[in-house]
């Protein structure tokens, strides 16, 4: 027997064969990434390539180095820095990420990558509108760290999720998921890298999906 080591090899539900094309009003979109931005950049390429009808009004990245910066702006892409560190608690950094929200007009929020807990005050001001992406399939391996936990539990199979998030940590209604095979030589890097690739794919799905379902009108 051999093993397979590709890596499309994945199982994506609910699956879609392309990305749903939603003909109306472009949903507007508020990223907010803390890291290297390459979810950023698949939804940014999958609207290029009409295949999710939206447009990111804005970034908003909380880390001064963060590569997402540069992606945002070789797409002429507003992005804002809003650091926490400036910030005496977590609702005052979220009042500021809500009022620039609202000054760029976004419908719908997306975190890719953003590795702050939110609050309340957030929750509130876009209710059953903000997504998040989780390198794990939910309910597993909730909060920091979710491949290396994949990788110490032993598992054979893990993940990626979208879901819209609620108070509790990655634990916010789940709208998709892609399964991904834990080959034996994996390290967290080799299996963070395939989940990226499924990652790629579900989230600008997972967006088209949230902007058809009634969940959430424009
Ligand atoms: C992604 O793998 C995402 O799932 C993870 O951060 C990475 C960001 O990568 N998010 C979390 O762990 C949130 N708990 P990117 O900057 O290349 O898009």
């Not at 608690?89 to 807990?117: H, S």
């Not at 963070?192 to 969940?215: C, D, G």
Request: glycine share 4%.
């Amino acid at each position: 027997m051999t093993l397979c080591p590709d890596s499309t090899l994945s199982l994506v539900s609910p699956s879609m064969n392309t990305h749903q094309f939603y003909d109306g009003k472009p949903w507007k979109l508020g990223i907010l990434a803390s890291g290297s931005g390459s979810n950023f950049e698949a939804v940014a390429q999958a609207i290029a390539d009409k295949q999710l009808n939206a447009q990111i009004q804005v970034l908003i990245y909380n880390n001064p180095t963060a590569k997402v910066a540069t992606k945002a702006a070789n797409r002429g892409i507003d992005a804002v820095l809003l650091n926490h560190r400036e910030y005496n608690n977590r609702q005052a950094f979220d009042r500021k990420i809500v009022q620039t929200l609202q000054a760029y007009d976004v419908d719908l929020v997306v975190l890719a990558g953003w590795m702050r807990v939110v609050t309340s005050v957030f929750i509130a001001a876009f209710p059953n509108r903000i997504l998040n992406i989780h390198p794990s399939l939910l309910p597993s391996f909730k909060g920091l760290h979710a491949v290396e936990q994949a990788l110490q539990a032993g598992v054979k199979i893990t993940g990626c999720t979208v879901h819209l998030v609620c108070l509790e940590v990655d634990s916010g209604l789940i709208l998709m998921q892609a399964a991904v095979p834990i080959l034996p030589d994996d390290t967290a890097e080799t299996l963070h890298a395939r989940i990226q690739v499924q990652e790629h794919r579900i989230l600008p799905q997972a967006i088209a999906l949230a902007t058809q379902a009634s969940l959430t009108t424009v």
